[in-house]
Every structure is written in structure tokens, then in C-alpha cells.
């Protein structure tokens, strides 16, 4: 058998046995059966002692050329498997995508702040400053120095936690801020505040009472304030938490530090004004209390009430929060019911 | 309050006013009306029986023939105390009564009905009871007329305005004359003040006793003496009256009482003169002095109780009740009336003791006027002698105290108008002032008001006017617009803005925020006394899990993690910033952090990250590097109450204690629950270098592993430590990577592996330079650590 027909038979085998290929292992059982130290086409420049260098050379190349052709058809056919085996792999890698998810832990405001945070962000914006005062007051600052002397009736309306003979309590409201405020600022000058904080009263804790509740109170001083600047503040406020087409109203009311003194109402917007039982039937809620600041009380603090005048207004956090959120019993923010965050721990729709 | 408006319509006419919108008009002024009641008792006739017999089926059943004008009509009844000839109320077929029950005609025991013979408590005008159900049918007089509606000629239809109102117009609107006038106020019509006219006999109270006011809390005491009254029972329209305003009818004599209080607010003391003798001296009471008051209970008097004496023993405590030993009874014949203003303080602070608060100690506690106290005591004259048969003697018995000064104020109309944000004319300010009934004179838009006595709550000053004259113009004119002010920024204060920044770090870090009571329980304030100071203590606690102002949060926290495990949640990381208060008024707050459970999660796979100290530690520190305080704390190993004592520690920030940390003592609690609690206040106390950018270095670091075997106690900072020392500037970095205990380990050993970096930020570093190293810091460990290097 001369060369050129070794080399065919070689070709047409290795065509046939490339094709029975599975497997890495197969290929490399073949490999050595083709390009081993035994391997046929090695063999093909075995026993060239005999020959010329002319036949040697022919030889030579005629070998060359089926190697590098056999290498290619090698190559071809790993290059196949690798590709067949990462699709297997692949394949074996399918998950079903409807199984839950790893719950990643994110944290959540209380709700109370979330509506505090809020409202703060308001009136900064406007030019308020946020400041706070210690919940354990004194009497001083708590009654006497907003218009509420010992022994006032009005302060019946305030049962107070007091925890030394009549001087210190747990604040019945936060406005002594307003009263810590103004002494502060010696020079004078105009403020513009606002103070949530904790407050408390004796009273028994039920679905709409709780000894332990929340205020956020604010304070403009300046010159010339009037009860119309007050309603535009609270225009704003009535909008940003109850929705753009809120109707505001003013009602006379009494708080011994602000004269003349008003409840602060807004359309209801369960029903639109028609009366609900949201709103009792009078198309109106009651959110807050205001009113400009009574005299006795600037000057208490050192403005002098023939040059200054301000106003005041407080909302009940949680009455905000209640109604704002549809939440029916007060309790709901002093438990800290962790599966209510699902609902709650989002941006709002404004 | 409830206001009888029959009553009302005594001093101002409101005829073509509907009530109900007039209660609107009320309320939208500033006077709450919360209820409008009416009683709407249609089918109600006078009717006379004109024949009343046995009921053959029935041992308590009557059959009557009732005349009711329009027919003779057969009605079963069976009230024992119904007979011929007396003139009852009968409510006709078609009558709905009070609970809803219509009366229809119907067949009682084979006999045909036509209607019912009412008592008071079938029409809800008395309340059911045992002895309003023995006294039966009601009984007109003999003068009712057949047929006409009998609750018109009864003075029922009236409609009563229930009044929620403020604490300053608790004084004047609690009483008919001073709510008429804010009827007045309202409506622009005038108050006509009812009569006191009487028939003085001649005979001087002066001759029958004398008075001594021996204390200024007693400010004003008028004493007049009416004689030979007959007891019985007071008028329809006196007992309907003081029925509609709350309060049960009793005599003649106590109902006028009572109803002078509601027509002027000023209650009044009926003694039995013959009871109480010649003198009434007035003082102040001696400590332990005793007196049996009108219930019957024998009280212990203090210095601060006024008292009325008869010049030895008590016989009132003023303001607050009177005393058994000169009640006025069913023999009383002669009386002697108080009407009296003393300290309210005195009045409110022994009612408050007494616990003995009423209608006519509250009166006394809000303020009383002068005017209505001497008018008021002319009125009770003037009844008594009416409706009792009393005769008054000519002349009172005065002392009076008072300041009479009369309180005016002056307000301009742009004051008026600056402070309202509107744009009155002098017609509506005139307007105001008129219906209000305030006397005023103007001068170039300045008004000089004077302020009646009846309006205690109203102060002289321009602001009360201005508030007084804007409500009855009515705030809705008011035209909102914003404050006219400086621009300027708003700004946090430091402690606030301190606070949002961790609140904010912690909520990003899977922590929930958490709102509880400040105050607590013992229980739970003898829990983890870390730092603990002199504690403050609510003075009258209303509950005992209420009593104690906390100086730990985590307490409450448990309590909250308590309520989420049994609602069935298992991963529980909580946080709270709050304040906490000691030694009477001071205040630190407190970061509290609660962890429990999972901190990542999955049920079905494996991927969870459980809570551990390790964990809660990355918590704390994460929070302490956020805040600038990288490289300036440490945990100290500390034994603290309530805390597991080989799982928790004390927490370092420049060597000051700031807090502590670790796992909850199961003695505590079983749960495997972490917690940490640390200082705000120490924590912002403290100065923050400014941030500074750090250069990451370009050249390449070399990183070499080595594992150390040590004591079981010896810590993994003591190791640490020793390395720094050792590692100098270009060890940059130190890592644990693996703690071993146990198999080829000895019991009193452990195995902790470090990966140390070595980098310099200006080259790169020889091998030979960083094994230099190396090996110092084995052979340094070694050395001070008493370790040893573990076999690979």
C-alpha cells in the first residue's frame, strides 16, 4: 500500500470513528489512537530508514498535512463537545422563579414619625426651625407662664402626672416648648417654630385615649400676625396631609394662651362636606387647636405684647394620624406591630 | 350644661326662631351646642275619667270611660291609683311614646281599649324606679282642660340645647340668664331679667342674728330671712325645669334653691334658722375640727377649708355641702338664705379633697359675679314667698369685700382688624358690641368698652374684645394668606437633627422603629440597672404598670418583641430613641437596639443570616463608624444585671462608658434575644474630625495567613493588639478568618487564623521586607501572648 492510499484509509476511518465521538474521554481514547506514539498517522514516518531523501520529504509533508488536518477535525469535534456539555449544564441549572424570595431585612419609621418627619419637612421649608423640650417640665413653664395659674380651672381640663409636690410633671402639652423658646432667644427677634414631642395626661388608656400621646405645636412671632396668616399656614398643612381640595374653616374656641383663640377644621374627606359618620354628620373635622398668641404670655417671656404679636397652633399627632391612615384605635402606635410594615413602608401617594 | 329653652324664653323673646338653626348660630360663634333635644310627644290629650270599675278578669285592671272632648273613650287601666272625676293624661291611638312603643287600640283581656292613662315615666319626662312606678298615673290639677294637648299645658315641649363648653365659658353658660344673653348676643334681641319683687314683712333680719366674717377667703355674704314656709311640692314649671337641666325635683324649698342657681349661677344656702340659732360667723376651720355634712358622713376638716360656724361648731363647709345640724326638712319653718362669694382656690381645693365636687361647688370654683349674688338672693325672696308661702323679712345681712372696680379696655379698628385679618367698618364693630350688650363709646374709631360683671371670663383688654367682637362677626370672612415674614432657612435642632441621623442609620440598617410608654412599671424598672440614678416617680400613678419615668428602654422593647412573638413573627429587630429622665428633672437620651431571630432570611433555602453577638456587634459599630468614631471605641467584658455574663460587655467610646451590649440573661428571658443600649448624649458630646479623602494606594499589597494556637481566654483583641504593635505602619490590615476548638486541640486551647495585609501607599513592597515583618510578629505573639503557631 503506497502512501497516498494509507492516508485516505486514515481519512475515511477517522471521518467514521469522529462520528461515534460521545464524550471528552472517547476523544482522547481516539486521539491517541490517531496521533499517539503508536497512533496511525505517526506510524506513517516509521520505517523511513530505507527511503530517499526525496521520498523522505514526501513523505514528510504528505504526514504533516494529515496531522494538521486530523488536529483540526480534533479540535472541531472538542470544541462541539465542550459547547453540548455547558448547555447540559445549563440546562441543569433551570430554577423555578416562583419560589419566594430571601427576605432582605429593611428597617420602618413608626408611624407617628413617619407623619412627624413629614410635617417637619414642611415647615422647614417654610422657614421654621424644629426644637424640642424636656418631657419631665415644671410647672412654671407647663401652666403658669401660659396663662394657666395654680388653681385655674382650665387646668381640669389638663389632669396632670405630677411627680414632685406642684412644681415638676410630665408635660400636659407641648407648649412650654414655645415658652422655652422665647426665653432663650434674648435678642428678641422673630421666631418661627414648631416642637412635636411627647406629652401626657391621667387619663385611661382605651381604643381612643392614651395617657401618653403626641403634639406637634408650632410658633410665629412677629409683628402685626393676624388670624388670616394663621389660616393660610394652616391651609397648608390641611393640603399636604388631607389632599388639594380641602376646605378649611375656623370655629372660636378657648386655650388660656391664645386670644382669640380657634379650632381648626377641615372639610371632611371621606364624604366631601356632605356629612359622614367620619365627620359626625357636619361635613367638618376638627384637626387642631391655634389661635395668636394671648398677651400675658409674650410677655411672660420677655416680647413685649404692644410690639409683638404671634400666632400658635398644635395638632394631636395621632388624631392626624388616625385620620389621615383610617386607623380606628390609638393603641395601634404604642404596640409596634411589626406585620403592619408591609403596608406601611412606602412612599406615599402624594 | 343643659339648657331648657322654655326657660330661656322667660328673659328674651324668640318667637320666629327656629331652634335649631339658632343652635347652629350659637355654636358657629363659639358656644358648642352638641345636642339639640326636643321631645316629640305627639297624641297626648287631657282627659277627665269620668267613670272607673273593676275589670271583672283582672284583680288589678281598671275599666275607665275618659272624657277626651272628642269622644268618651273606654281605656284599661292599671294604675291603682286611678278613679272618677280626676283629670289625666292620655296618650290617643297613634302615639309613639318614648322606646318606641305605639299605642294602638286593642282588646286587654276581652275588654276593648282606646288609648292609655300615662305616668310621668311611660312619657321619659321621670325616670323609671320603684317609686316612680308606686306613685302611678299622674294627675293633672282640677283645672286642666278636657282635650287640650297635655304636654303644652305641662310646659314639656321644650327643647333642650346640651352645651359642650370651654373652660371660659363655663361661667356665664351655665346658668339660663347668662346663656340668654348669648342668645342675645346672637340674635340682636334684648335680656329682660325676671322678677324679685316681694312683700316685705316688718321685721328686721338684724333682730334674728348677726354675722362675723372672721377670714378674707369669704368675699362677699348676704343673709336674708324668710319665715313660716310650707314644704310641699314645687310647681310643674319649677320641676320640669330643673328635670330638663339634670336635676331632680325634691321640695319647693330645695328645687328654689336650685333654680336660682340655674337662673344666675349662683347657688345658694338654706339653713334652718330655728336649727342654727342667732349668729353665723365665718373663718377658716382648724385642723382635725369635724362636721357631719347633708349625706351624712362625718368629714375631717383641714386650715385651708372655709367654713360657715353658728360662732362655736361648724355648720357648712362653705361652698362645698352644708351640715346635718341645720338641714332645712319637712318641719322646717323659718330659713335663712346664703348667697355668698368666697376664695375659689379654698372652695375647689377642699372639694377636690372632699371629693365632693357639684354643681354648686364648681360654680363657686369658676367664679361668681357680685351683682347676681345680691340678685340672686332677691329672686330665692321672691319665690319663696310665692310658691311657699314665706314670708320675707325687709332687710339682708351684708358683708362685702369686693373690688368693684369697673373693667374697661380701649381697642382701635385697625387693632381689631390687624389681629383678625379682616376688613370690619365701625357699622359691624357697633353691631358686635351692641348685640353683646357691652356699653361702649367711640372716639375716631377708638372704642372705650366696659365690660359687664357677668362676663367674668372676659379680661380688660383689648385682645378679649377683639376675640369677643371677631366671633360673633364670624372667622369665616377671614381670607387665608401666608405670614408676611423674613425669608430664612429652617433649620433641625442639634439634638433633633442628631437624632434623625441615627434613627435614619438604623432604619437602613433593618431596624424597625419603635414607640413606647415613657412610663413604666417596678418590674420593669428593676430590670438591667446599668448606670442607674435616683429614679422619678409619677406622684398619684394611675395604674401600677404606670407609676415609674424609665431609664431603660429595653424593657419596653422586650415588651414589644413579647407582643410580636406571640402574633406569631419570628424575626424581630427593633430600635428606640427616646428620652430618659433621673434625679427629678435630668435627661439623657437613649439608643436602644433589640435583635431577634434571622437578620436575612429564607424559609425554604439556606440562605439565612441568624442574630447573633457577632451580628449585633457589625449593628453597633456600623452605627459608631457612621457617626466619625472609627477606631474610638472598644468593648470591655463586664458583668451587668439582667445581661448573660459571659455574652456581654460594656461599651467604651474614648475609654468613657457609653452603654452596653450583649445577650439578654435567660434567667430573663430563654429566648436567645441581643440587645444593646448606649447614650446619646455621650455620643454627640463628642468631636468629629472633618471628612478627609483617603488615597487608595496603586500599588499591589501582599497578604499572609498564619493561625496562632492560644489560651481558651485569651482574647482575640490581646492578639490583635500584640500584631499592631508588631506590624508598624505597613500592616494595614487584620482579619480573622477562622476560630478552631476541639479535635487535635487541647480542651484549655483554641486556634484563631489572621490574614494580614502589608501595603505601602508609595511603592511596592519586597517579600523579603514583608517576611521581616512577619516573622517579628509571630515571634511577638509568641512571646507575649503565650501562643503558638499551629501546624498547617
Known sequence: ?350 | MAISMNWVKDYIDLSGIDLKSLANKITDSGVNVERVVSHELNNLVIGEVKTCEEHPDSDHLHICIVDTKDEERQIVCGASNVRAGIKVIVSLPGAILPGGVEIKPSVIRGVESKGMICSLSELGLEEESAETRAKGIYILPDDAPVGCDAVKYLGLDDTIYELDLNPNRNIDCTNHIGFAYEVASVTGRKVKLPSSKTHPIEDSVQKHFSLEINTPNCLMYNAKMVKDVVIKESPDFIKNRLIASGMRPINNVVDISNYVMLEYGQPLHFFDKDKLGDKISVRMAEDNEEIITLDKKRRMLTKDDIVITDGSKPVCIAGVMGGENTEVDSTTKNILIESAIFNSYNVRYTSLRLDLRSEASLRYERGLNYEYCNMAIERACHLLEKYADGKVLSDTVTYDNIKKTKKTATVSLSDINTVLGLTMNSLDVKKSLDNLGFPYSVKDDIYTVEIPNRRLDVEAHKQDLIEEIGRLYGYDKIISRLPIVESKKGEYADSVRYRKLISKRLRSLGLNECRTYTLVSSEEDNLFKYDRKDKIEVLKPLSSDKKIVRQTLIPSLLKVYDYNKSRGVKDILLYEIANTYYDMDKEETKIAVLMKGNYISSNWNESKLKVDFYLIKGILENLLNYLGFNNRYQLKEKEIDDMHPYVSCEILLDQEAIGYMGRIHPKVIKDEIYVFEISMNKLMNKKVRPIKFKEISKYPSIVKDLAFVVDDDTTSREIVDTIKKAGGKLLTNIDVFDLYKGENLDSSKKSIAYSLTFSDPTRTLTEEEVMEIFNKIINEVIKKNNASLRDK
Open chain 1, 1 to 350: 500500500m503506497d502512501i497516498e492510499e494509507k492516508v485516505k484509509l486514515i481519512r475515511e476511518n477517522l471521518d467514521k470513528e469522529i462520528k461515534s465521538v460521545q464524550s471528552t474521554n472517547d476523544l482522547s481514547n481516539l486521539k491517541v489512537k490517531y496521533l499517539g506514539k503508536k497512533g496511525c498517522v505517526t506510524e506513517l514516518t516509521h520505517d523511513m530508514a530505507n527511503l530517499s531523501i526525496e521520498e523522505k520529504k514526501e513523505i514528510g509533508r504528505i504526514s504533516n498535512e494529515l496531522k494538521s488536518r486530523v488536529d483540526a477535525i480534533f479540535s472541531e469535534c472538542e470544541e462541539a463537545l465542550k459547547n453540548k456539555e455547558l448547555e447540559k449544564k445549563i440546562a441543569s441549572e433551570k430554577i423555578d422563579i416562583t419560589l419566594p424570595s430571601t427576605k432582605i431585612s429593611v428597617g420602618s419609621a413608626n408611624i407617628l414619625e413617619k407623619l412627624i418627619e413629614e410635617m417637619e419637612e414642611l415647615f422647614v421649608s417654610m422657614g421654621y426651625d424644629v426644637v424640642e423640650g424636656p418631657e419631665v417640665e415644671k410647672d412654671l413653664y407647663n401652666f403658669e407662664l401660659l396663662n394657666l395659674p395654680k388653681g385655674h380651672p382650665a387646668r381640669d381640663a389638663q389632669d396632670t402626672f405630677y411627680t414632685y409636690e406642684s412644681t415638676l410633671l410630665l408635660r400636659s402639652q407641648t407648649s412650654p416648648v414655645q415658652i422655652r423658646t422665647m426665653l432663650k432667644n434674648k435678642d428678641k427677634t422673630p421666631l418661627r417654630v414648631i416642637c412635636p414631642g411627647k406629652t401626657y395626661r391621667r387619663d385611661d388608656d382605651d381604643a381612643t385615649h392614651s395617657h401618653q400621646f403626641t403634639q406637634i405645636e408650632g410658633l410665629l412671632v412677629d409683628k402685626n400676625v393676624s388670624l388670616a396668616d394663621l389660616k393660610g399656614t394652616f391651609d397648608v398643612v390641611a393640603k399636604k396631609f388631607f389632599g388639594e381640595e380641602r376646605k378649611t374653616r375656623f370655629r372660636p374656641s378657648f386655650y388660656p394662651f391664645t386670644e382669640p383663640s380657634v379650632e381648626l377644621d377641615i372639610s371632611c374627606f371621606n364624604c366631601e362636606g356632605k356629612g359622614c359618620s367620619i365627620c359626625k354628620g357636619t361635613g367638618w373635622i376638627t384637626v387642631g387647636g391655634a389661635g395668636i398668641v394671648n398677651h400675658n404670655v409674650l410677655d411672660n417671656c420677655g416680647y413685649d405684647s404692644t410690639v409683638w404679636s404671634g400666632f400658635a397652633f398644635g395638632f394631636g399627632a395621632e388624631r392626624l394620624a388616625m385620620l389621615k391612615y383610617g386607623i380606628s384605635d390609638i393603641r395601634t402606635f404604642y404596640t409596634n406591630d411589626l406585620r403592619i410594615k408591609d403596608n406601611f413602608d412606602r412612599k406615599d401617594n402624594d
